[in-house]
């Protein structure tokens, strides 16, 4: 991180149903400013390269909120690496209601920006919420159906039967059942597409992060669609869809965001983690400036 972001950005947390959210909060020079929230994907916490788009935005003028979910990273909740859609929601809606309390803010022109699981989550969070000014949504889940059809069916079954193990471990009071977020193919891992393993490493390359989650996710996933929200979204969308995506399906990202009332569409010819890094991300970031700029700069 630059000396210039340093003095740009702080530590915040901000409460969220029964515990607390760790957050970055990055300020511009001006204000009062337009502001970003980001939230990251599945089992993701914010240091896994959520800092190099917040730097990119604030440089533009934007301040930005960078949070991490509850029961992840230095984020508050217990048990730890509970992967819940609901409290991942409500935790959208939090960073919400603490950016609009925030000075120096202009609460009419606050945006959304999330990727992987949470792309999928803005689009719901957008659509519970009317005020949200503009949404970002980048390599996004937007259909656990689409995603389960792209998973081998003996990984599949193998997902669903240490996901109901789970299950009954916490009817029974016992801690969770853990199942890692990636593996290699034909592993017991919630994605293991041939790029998985690779794109998880280098997204936590110099990090000390626990790449599991509790399992119970796996009998909940294919019943998330939040591609479907697009319909009830009112803010403009950007979506930024990788064509060779193997985790988040682009044929259904694309689907849905026809369906949608005022979405853009950017495609790029990678896969889903590689829009993290190198030229892809500068091809990105920079959509995704622009985009902001249309949507928040008056």
């Given amino acids: 991180m630059s000396a210039a972001a340093q003095e740009q950005r702080t530590d915040v947390r901000f409460a969220s149903g029964d515990a607390d959210c760790a957050a970055w909060l990055y300020r511009p020079s001006a204000a009062p400013a337009p502001l970003v929230i980001l939230g990251h994907g599945l089992g993701a916490v914010r240091e896994m390269r959520l800092d ?9 003028g934007f301040a930005a909120l960078v949070f991490t979910y509850r029961h992840f990273g230095d984020s508050g909740g217990r048990p730890r690496q509970l992967l819940d859609i609901g409290r991942q929601l409500d935790d959208w809606a939090a960073a919400l209601s603490f950016a609009r309390g925030l000075d120096g803010i202009d609460t009419g022109r606050i945006a959304l920006w ?10 719901e969070a957008a659509a519970r919420d009317a005020r949200v000014a503009a949404v970002v949504s980048q390599c996004p889940f937007t259909d656990g159906l689409a995603s389960l059809a792209a998973i081998d ?6 997902i669903t039967a240490r996901a ?4 009954l471990a916490h009817l029974a009071g016992r801690g969770p059942i853990r199942i890692p977020t990636a593996g290699p193919p034909g592993s017991t891992a919630l994605m293991t597409a041939p790029d998985a393993v690779a794109g998880l490493e280098a997204l936590t390359r110099g990090l000390d992060v626990d790449d599991s989650v509790a399992a119970r996710i796996g009998t909940r ?9 697009l319909k009830r979204v009112q803010a403009p969308t950007l979506m930024c869809i990788c064509d060779d995506d ?3 399906p682009a044929k259904a990202a694309l689907r849905h965001a026809a369906r949608g009332n005022d979405v853009e569409v950017r495609r790029y010819p990678i896969g889903h983690f590689e ?14 400036t622009d985009f902001l700029r249309r949507h928040l700069t008056t």
């Fill in 52 to 60: 190099a788009y917040a730097e990119r935005f604030c440089g533009a």
């Fill in 114 to 123: 999330g990727s992987s699981f949470g792309g999928g989550h803005v689009l």
């Fill in 153 to 158: 069916p003996l990984t599949a079954a193998r």
């Fill in 164 to 167: 109901l193990r789970d299950d």
């Fill in 221 to 229: 996933v294919g019943f998330y669609r939040p591609g479907r929200a």
């Fill in 246 to 248: 193997s985790v988040a």
């Fill in 275 to 288: 829009i993290y890094f190198g030229e892809p991300f500068e091809r990105a970031v920079s959509d995704q």
